[in-house]
């Protein structure tokens, strides 16, 4: 069985709905966050890490910092592309960036990060990141 091509760069589909919509009319930024996650895991799944298999690993991701860069608004109805990739890797955690776009115009509306802890999901502490794991994502530094 020959090894599984690594997804770079993923890029994970979002459409607008009105439940994403904030008092001031523009996208919420619980859902940007959502996105986010819904993007990691997506990303990780494509490069043969779904949540099964960390379980069954006995260790996987929690969140520990996120960071967004609102750039411009978005609106009900508009439909969202979040590409996500690995920016750093280090002995218990990754950071993981982001760009929203949107397709009407291909602008970026907003700029995030977040910083993973891998940890055991038995005792919730700091585990190293094995190499199957490691060598399972390409870091791309921009």
Do not use: C
């Not at 760069?9 to 919420?28: E, F, K, L, S, T």
């Not at 890797?89 to 760009?99: A, F």
Request: proline share 4%; no cysteine.
């Amino acid at each position: 069985m020959g090894q599984q091509k690594i997804v770079k760069i993923y890029h994970h589909p979002v459409r607008v709905d009105p439940q994403d919509i904030d008092a001031m009319g523009h996208i919420n930024n619980v859902s940007y966050v959502a996105w986010m996650q819904e993007a990691a895991i997506a990303h990780s799944t494509a490069n043969g890490w779904d949540l099964a298999r960390y379980q069954s690993f006995g260790a996987g991701w929690v969140a520990r910092q996120h960071r967004i860069e609102y750039l411009r608004p978005g609106f009900q109805e508009d439909d969202l592309m979040v590409q996500t990739w690995v920016f750093g890797l280090k002995r218990v955690s990754s950071t993981r960036r982001y760009h929203v776009v949107r397709a009407s115009d291909q602008a970026v509306i907003a700029k995030a990060e977040t910083q993973w802890a891998f940890v055991d999901l038995l005792t919730q502490t700091p585990r190293k990141i094995p190499p199957e794991i490691s060598q399972s994502f390409e870091v791309i530094e921009f």
